[in-house]
């Protein structure tokens, strides 16, 4: 098997691990940083070595339409068309689909929707996610999903109905999981009895990992969080778990006490472009005028290319007049600043502290300007 995901140690719920791929190893807990378009914005794949990186997303709805699918399959799949040898991962298109398209019709073969590009027409089914998938090449793929808004009961039910049909299709689709992993992923909103439901009808259908859908769309942090404690033990115990487009480093932190493995999002790069800094004191804008003049870098514990060459005084300077190297280095330490949390995350679990660790992060990054 090309794929097995190995346990080293547990501490409650929280687990430490590496999940073998055909591209390399992942150490989890992992975060994986976005390449939405086959590039994370602003960072070399050269630069994401660097800093740790060892999971990259891409993803199926952008990069089927543009530049399409069938051209990247030509160029030797997405790994070598953005020339990233590590393990890569893509989303369904699924989210995409319902949260950027102008949706004309929505079924229970698929959806038909207008691109936000040229307001083309398009419809995206199972079969076809899985189609694109295939063609970009990814280690992990995931099963083409209808991703509601988590408060609303009649949609997330109707949703988990849809969610269930589509992933048995997925599964038809790509039976062999030998050179891509397919992942279900559980809907259900806000709700524990749809969590519930939407695990039980995927568990049986042996996908090699599972993710929790459906969250950091609209609800609270104490709802997400209580979503995750009644919905991650439903999940296997023996496969990695991935909590989709969670990145925020408090979330991290409680996410990884509830037993998720896996984690992306775009907020440090996005955040990075509009000067702000993650640090272990708190999100900080490089803009306000009390780094004018300060020669300290964004985080003296930080090790990443940006921390150790240049100051808050130069950072801003680079904001503040537009230039590009101010987002490439913000978003290079952004990057690195959540690799390093969850490296420590994962030391924590291995040497028996993670409550210890986590507790201290918590209570410096969220603490009162």
Not at 140 to 146: K, L, P, V, Y
């Amino acid at each position: 098997m090309s794929f097995e995901f190995e346990i080293l140690k547990t501490q409650g719920r929280a687990r430490a691990g590496i999940l073998h791929t055909p591209h390399g190893d992942i150490p989890t807990p992992v975060f994986a940083p976005v390449g939405t378009q086959a590039t994370v914005k602003a960072v070399l794949p050269r630069d994401l070595r660097e800093i740790g990186a060892s999971l990259v997303l891409a993803n199926t709805y952008h990069l089927h339409l543009r530049p399409g699918d069938e051209l990247v399959r030509q160029l030797g799949g997405v790994h070598q068309f953005m020339r990233w040898d590590g393990p890569m991962l893509t989303d369904s298109g699924g989210f995409q689909v319902f949260s950027l398209a102008h949706i004309n019709r929505i079924d229970d073969e698929g959806v038909t929707f207008q691109s936000h590009l040229d307001g083309s027409r398009h419809r995206f089914t199972p079969e076809l996610s899985m189609q694109i998938q295939q063609n970009l090449g990814a280690d992990i793929i995931m099963c083409f999903d209808q991703c509601p808004k988590p408060t609303d009961r009649i949609i997330a039910d109707r949703a988990v109905e849809r969610t269930t049909a589509w992933a048995r299709r997925c599964r038809q689709a790509h039976p062999d999981d030998s050179q891509q992993a397919l992942f279900g992923i559980v809907q259900g909103g806000i709700f524990q009895d749809l969590r519930q439901r939407s695990a039980a009808d995927l568990v049986p259908m042996g996908f090699p990992g599972y993710a929790v859908g459906g969250l950091a769309v609209g609800e609270t942090k104490a709802e997400m969080l209580a979503t995750l404690d009644f919905t991650v033990p439903l999940l296997p115990d023996n496969k990695p778990r991935y909590l989709m487009g969670v990145g925020e480093p408090d979330d991290l932190a409680n996410a990884v006490m509830r037993g998720i493995d896996i984690f992306d999002c775009v907020m440090p790069t996005r955040v990075a472009r509009h000067g702000a800094a993650l640090t272990a004191k708190g999100r900080i804008n490089i803009r306000n005028l009390v780094n004018a003049t300060d020669a300290a870098p964004l985080d003296p514990a930080c090790d990443c290319y940006c921390c150790q060459n240049f100051s808050r005084a130069y950072l801003r300077h680079l904001v503040k007049a537009g230039e590009i190297l101010g987002s490439v280095l913000l978003s290079l330490h952004n990057i690195r600043f959540l690799i390093r949390h969850m490296e420590a995350m994962r030391h924590a679990i291995l040497e028996g502290d993670l409550s210890g660790y986590v507790s201290t992060f918590l209570a410096n990054y969220l603490q009162t300007p």
